[in-house]
């Protein structure tokens, strides 16, 4: 799962990439056109933690997130200059984490206004969107007339779901606001519309507001929260620098400040939601890990998570609740107990499922 952390200047972007487990580089990308900070963080997992105390594994791994630290010039969303190569970087990401400022700054220009910044770094997207369907419109309607039979009747299918998203766009709505059929979101899947992806907008406070965080975002959910989009509060510099430290020196800290935990956590879980993932988990002497899959996955799916091999060979999955596993103390206990069970291939995976999948070697 890659997630791209857009915001304006001075909304603290790259210090919530810290707080988030980053490393900003120390080229940076002031200039607008240098590379992004880019940093892999594993996904906190205490299935993963408890599984792993039970089996003593040679190795264990955590699910990861990549976040993408992009820099959007000042001014240029309001002046539609954005870079569009960094546009197409926020393309390729699977979410969005809109970082908006909604502390005081002595370095900026105008008092606090964070749901205007998001709208602002929508409209962009939008724009760039609209173009999208408007070059693509173009397109369909020319050489799009050609081809055999089926791709005349796709292509008309393509333009008739363009022809209903060009209005809204037009409007300055985002396409994730829209409702969408599974055929549209396979019609519209090779464009990775910048305004259709999910959205988790981060309120950035200062420390000194950490009292009212939960009273914020409730707030920010019953007012601006969608479907597609949801709200958190957190203070990044002090985060930030809470992520620093090593765990025993973080948690008084975190105590302190009243922060249940630190936000990374918080993030993934909201970021996991919007997107419709879940994990599931192998474990044994070898390897403790964590797979993310999509809600809906099967057994089939998970297989092929791990391997193509073992879903091409499926023959079943052998399937425990993480927490029966880890009160039983073993696998052979379990099944002892009659806590393991022998599922098939449509077998619908669910969240915290420890899963062996037996599969046929020659096949």
Same mark, same amino acid.
């Given at each position: 799962? =890659?997630?791209a952390?857009?915001?304006?200047?001075?909304?603290?972007?790259?210090?919530v990439?810290?707080a988030l487990?980053?490393?900003?580089?120390e080229t940076g990308h002031a200039?607008?056109?240098?590379?992004?900070?880019?940093?892999?963080?594993?996904?906190?997992?205490e299935?993963?933690?408890?599984?792993?105390?039970?089996?003593?594994?040679?190795?264990?791994?955590?699910?990861?997130?990549?976040?993408v630290?992009?820099?959007?010039?000042?001014?240029?969303?309001?002046?539609?200059?954005?870079?569009?190569?960094?546009?197409?970087r926020?393309?390729?990401?699977?979410?969005l984490?809109?970082v908006?400022?909604?502390?005081?700054?002595?370095?900026?220009?105008?008092?606090?206004?964070?749901?205007?910044?998001?709208?602002?770094?929508?409209?962009?997207?939008?724009?760039?969107?609209l173009?999208?369907?408007?070059?693509?419109?173009?397109?369909?309607?020319?050489?799009?007339?050609?081809?055999?039979?089926?791709?005349?009747?796709e292509?008309?299918r393509?333009?008739?779901l363009?022809d209903r998203l060009?209005?809204?766009?037009?409007?300055?709505?985002?396409?994730?606001?829209?409702?969408?059929s599974?055929?549209?979101?396979?019609?519209?899947?090779?464009?990775?519309?910048?305004?259709q992806?999910? =959205?988790?907008?981060?309120l950035?406070?200062?420390?000194?507001?950490?009292?009212?965080?939960a009273?914020?975002?409730a707030?920010? =959910?019953?007012?601006h929260?969608r479907p597609h989009r949801?709200? /958190?509060?957190l203070?990044?510099?002090?985060?930030?620098?809470?992520?620093?430290?090593?765990?025993?020196?973080a948690?008084?800290?975190l105590?302190?400040?009243?922060i249940?935990?630190?936000?990374r956590?918080?993030?993934?879980?909201?970021?996991?939601?919007?997107?419709?993932?879940f994990?599931?988990?192998?474990?044994?002497?070898?390897?403790?890990?964590?797979?993310?899959v999509?809600?809906g996955?099967?057994a089939?799916?998970?297989?092929a998570? /791990?391997?193509?091999?073992?879903?091409?060979g499926?023959?079943?999955a052998?399937?425990?609740?993480?927490?029966?596993?880890?009160?039983?103390?073993?696998?052979?206990?379990?099944?002892?107990?009659g806590?393991?069970r022998?599922?098939?291939?449509?077998?619908?995976?669910?969240?915290?499922?420890?899963?062996?999948?037996l599969?046929?070697v020659?096949?």
């Open positions: 799962m =890659q997630v952390i857009v915001g304006l200047p001075g909304s603290g972007k790259t210090t990439f810290t487990g980053g490393h900003p580089t200039a607008g056109r240098a590379a992004p900070n880019v940093g892999v963080v594993p996904v906190p997992d299935r993963v933690d408890a599984l792993a105390a039970v089996f003593h594994p040679r190795k264990t791994v955590y699910a990861d997130v990549t976040y630290d992009l820099a959007i010039p000042a001014g240029a969303t309001r002046a539609g200059t954005v870079d569009p190569d960094l546009l197409g926020i393309r390729n990401s699977d979410a984490l809109v908006a400022r909604a502390f005081d700054s002595p370095s900026a220009d105008r008092p606090p206004d964070p749901w205007a910044d998001v709208d602002d770094l929508d409209l962009e997207y939008v724009v760039a969107d173009d999208v369907v408007t070059r693509r419109l173009e397109r369909l309607r020319t050489a799009g007339r050609h081809g055999t039979p089926a791709e005349r009747e292509n008309a393509e333009e008739a363009l060009a209005p809204e766009l037009e409007e300055g709505r985002p396409l994730r606001d829209l409702p969408w599974e055929d549209d979101e396979r019609l519209a899947r090779g464009f990775r519309f910048l305004s992806k999910p =959205q988790l907008v981060v950035n406070v200062a420390e000194d507001r950490l009292a009212q965080a009273e914020m975002e707030e920010a =959910q019953r007012g929260a949801d709200v /958190i509060v203070a990044g510099r002090i985060e930030a620098e809470i992520a620093a430290l090593p765990e025993a020196d948690r008084p800290f105590d302190d400040l009243g249940a935990e630190p936000s956590g918080r993030v993934i879980r909201r970021t996991y939601g919007l997107l419709g993932l994990s599931f988990l192998t474990s044994g002497p070898d390897e403790c890990r964590a797979w993310t999509p809600t996955a099967t089939l799916d998970a297989a998570a /791990i391997h193509s091999d073992l879903a091409r499926f023959i079943r052998e399937v425990v609740d993480w927490q029966d596993l880890v009160a039983c103390g073993s696998t052979a206990e379990a099944r002892r107990r806590l393991l022998s599922e098939g291939k449509a077998y619908l995976v669910r969240d915290g499922d420890v899963i062996e999948i599969f046929n020659g096949r």
